[in-house]
């Protein structure tokens, strides 16, 4: 991708993300972009591209891509199948506790359109140059809640969050730490990032780290649904995960 971009980066990491089941369309959720060297890949929830208990099986997902970036409006949909011969295409984690809510499905750069407009966080993204995140690290959660976005222009939104468990702690013994931030239904799969004060050259203009990777809400099944808001808070999982799931 060529040319000086005047919106910061970190929007043009996430994509909508739409699962379908042959033409029936499924769902909503978001993505973002990985890349490895050469390989491309397209993170999201494990939950969004299989969730057996749940019924949900879709066989392709669709993104939007901007394809002009003098232009914002123009898009393109581009579909990324997701079994060959019977055998699903993307890879998920697994550790000590069970199954890891990420996914990644390679992308092959060839068949994207010439002119696709797109930025990835790289492996050197996900070591910041943050002395330490601590709780109350001012995050951003960018995606598309209930499907929202900018339709003129094709943009996820950002939220607010703030890291709201020990980063580095495995909650629970889980491998993710906890946000307080408000999401929604669609969010899943939207990259956790903080911004770097001190970037190194290593990560050009997209000056975030990547912590984690959203997955859900996070309540509390004793909460009195009448008297009780809901607690606010969400799993992140380590974005560490994609140096696992990336490699050849």
Same mark, same amino acid.
């Given at each position: 991708?060529?040319?000086?971009m005047?919106l910061?980066?970190?929007?043009?990491?996430t994509?909508?993300?739409?699962t379908?089941?042959?033409? @029936?369309r !499924?769902?909503?959720?978001?993505g973002f972009f990985f890349?490895?060297?050469e390989?491309?890949f397209? +993170?999201t929830?494990?939950?969004?591209?299989?969730?057996?208990?749940?019924?949900?099986?879709p =066989?392709?997902?669709?993104?939007e891509?901007?394809?002009d970036?003098?232009n914002?409006?123009?898009?393109?949909?581009?579909s990324?199948?997701l079994?060959?011969?019977?055998?699903?295409?993307?890879?998920q984690?697994?550790?000590?506790a069970?199954?890891i =809510?990420?996914?990644?499905?390679?992308?092959?750069?060839?068949?994207?359109?010439?002119?696709?407009?797109?930025?990835?966080f790289?492996?050197?993204?996900?070591h910041?140059s943050?002395?330490?995140v601590? +709780?109350?690290?001012a995050?951003?959660i960018?995606?598309f809640?209930?499907?929202?976005?900018?339709?003129v222009?094709?943009?996820?939104?950002? @939220?607010?969050?703030?890291?709201a468990?020990?980063?580095?702690?495995?909650?629970q013994?889980?491998?993710?730490? !906890?946000? =307080?931030?408000?999401?929604?239904r669609?969010?899943?799969?939207?990259?956790v990032a903080?911004? +770097?004060?001190?970037?190194?050259?290593?990560l050009?203009?997209?000056?975030?780290?990547?912590?984690?990777?959203h997955?859900?809400r996070?309540d509390v099944?004793?909460?009195?649904?009448?008297? =009780?808001?809901?607690?606010?808070?969400?799993?992140?999982w380590?974005?560490?995960?994609?140096?696992?799931l990336?490699?050849?």
């Amino acid at each position: 991708m060529a040319g000086k971009m005047l919106l910061d980066p970190l929007l043009f990491t996430t994509v909508r993300v739409l699962t379908f089941r042959q033409q @029936r369309r !499924l769902t909503n959720a978001s993505g973002f972009f990985f890349q490895r060297g050469e390989h491309l890949f397209l +993170v999201t929830s494990r939950h969004v591209l299989i969730d057996a208990p749940n019924g949900h099986f879709p =066989d392709r997902i669709e993104i939007e891509l901007h394809v002009d970036q003098e232009n914002l409006a123009k898009s393109v949909v581009f579909s990324v199948p997701l079994y060959r011969d019977g055998t699903g295409l993307w890879r998920q984690g697994f550790d000590s506790a069970g199954e890891i =809510d990420v996914a990644v499905i390679e992308i092959e750069r060839d068949a994207l359109p010439e002119t696709a407009v797109y930025r990835a966080f790289t492996p050197e993204h996900l070591h910041s140059s943050l002395d330490e995140v601590a +709780v109350g690290t001012a995050l951003l959660i960018v995606g598309f809640p209930l499907g929202f976005h900018d339709t003129v222009y094709h943009m996820p939104v950002a @939220r607010h969050a703030i890291v709201a468990s020990a980063f580095g702690v495995r909650f629970q013994g889980e491998g993710y730490f !906890l946000t =307080d931030a408000r999401t929604h239904r669609g969010t899943s799969g939207a990259p956790v990032a903080a911004r +770097v004060a001190a970037p190194e050259p290593a990560l050009g203009d997209l000056t975030w780290a990547l912590l984690g990777v959203h997955s859900a809400r996070l309540d509390v099944g004793t909460r009195d649904l009448a008297l =009780d808001e809901e607690l606010g808070l969400n799993c992140a999982w380590y974005a560490d995960i994609l140096m696992t799931l990336t490699a050849s």
